[in-house]
């Protein structure tokens, strides 16, 4: 079997017909040099539909759904800082303070790699790919300023690195949003043919007559379903069964790969759910979670791509770190994310086919 695997460093996303609540959250942004308050900051829930920018005294608010968030905020020429937040920390006044980039050793740091004349030319195919995605609708979801992606190869490392001078603008024309992605990292292996990336994407919903609005509600449901977004939300909400969902461990005795059927999956998750917080912990009695689900078969591109993987469910992986759990909330976002990598058919899910936190499902 061959892994592709992603560390879950943004990337990556509440099955429920009930209306949404939602909290307010506010804060100041502020110069960590001078103390004096940032004007025109982006302030936004990452991975969501939910941004603003700050006012002239460097004051923001958002409303956001109920559940848990990376909150970004970015200012030209300045660190982007970033806070994890939850509906408890509705009352509560955030204050960020931005750091100025270090443009010295970030010139440093440009002049020891080497930089590709060439590299849109040479590896803009393989980036899309990579950090897209490969479905057979990709076409119709493309980057806007290609000219901001740098391109670094080390021969030594045999690794690829890009960088993006400003954030990318995505347009998804097949799920309906429009994506500001800031671009953090994004290294390709090639000896271990692995790519990692991270950032902070922002989703901006497009705007169509009903006949559109129509086919893009059905593309996202195609894009929910079965992914690592739903995935969580049914742990959260116990329906991994009646979602299409099926666990298994996955062991190794002697270089030998077994897999083991569970008959009670959150019992071997160590479920908990805090009520106080409205949060759910688990923590796997083994490291290696197989997903199945079985609600829809593989696309035959993937199938074209991996011709030994199973061809009547898809097929993923989830590596956790060894004793360390990770904690859902109601939305599906999850926490640490790099305590977990992830292969298989959920590698195939890139941006491109990646709908927001605060979507909502309807079957």
Request: hydrophobic fraction near 35%; include cysteine.
């Amino acid at each position: 079997m061959k892994l592709f695997c992603v560390a879950l460093l943004s990337c990556l996303f509440i099955t429920t017909s009930q209306a949404q609540v939602y909290f307010t959250i506010s804060g100041t942004v502020k110069s960590a040099t001078n103390g004096q308050p940032m004007a025109a900051a982006s302030v936004f829930a990452q991975n969501t539909t939910f941004g603003t920018a700050t006012d002239e005294a460097g004051n923001f608010k958002l409303q956001l759904p109920a559940g848990g968030y990376d909150l970004v905020v970015t200012f030209t020429g300045y660190r982007t800082e970033l806070k994890r937040i939850t509906t408890a920390d509705a009352n509560e006044k955030i204050i960020f303070e931005l750091n100025e980039k270090e443009k010295e050793l970030a010139a440093v740091a440009v002049v020891a790699t080497n930089e590709v004349a060439d590299g849109l030319e040479k590896y803009g195919s393989f980036f899309k790919s990579a950090f897209l995605g490969k479905l057979a609708h990709d076409s119709a979801c493309t980057i806007q300023n290609p000219s901001a992606l740098h391109f670094f190869f080390s021969k030594k490392k045999n690794r690829l690195k890009v960088t993006a001078t400003e954030p990318l603008v995505i347009k998804n024309q097949w799920l309906g949003y429009n994506i500001t992605y800031n671009i953090d990292s994004f290294t390709h292996e090639y000896n271990t043919d692995v790519s990692i990336y991270s950032g902070y994407p922002l989703f901006e919903a497009m705007q169509g007559d009903s006949s559109q609005q129509q086919i893009w509600e059905t593309n996202r449901r195609i894009a929910y379903k079965g992914s690592l977004l739903h995935f969580m939300r049914s742990v959260y909400n116990k329906s991994l069964a009646a979602d299409g969902f099926e666990i298994q461990f996955i062991t190794n005795n002697q270089g030998k790969e077994n897999s083991i059927v569970l008959k009670d999956f959150y019992g071997a998750l160590q479920y908990e759910k805090d009520d106080s917080t409205q949060t759910v912990e688990i923590l796997p009695n083994q490291n290696l979670v197989a997903v199945l689900y079985k609600a829809e078969k593989p696309l035959p591109a993937y199938i074209a791509e991996n011709p030994n993987e199973p061809k009547d469910f898809r097929l993923s992986f989830l590596n956790f770190k060894p004793k360390e759990s990770i904690i859902i909330e109601q939305n599906g976002f999850f926490y640490e994310s790099n305590d977990v990598t992830i292969s298989g058919y959920y590698t195939w899910d890139k941006v491109g086919n990646q709908v927001p936190y605060d979507y909502l499902y309807k079957p």
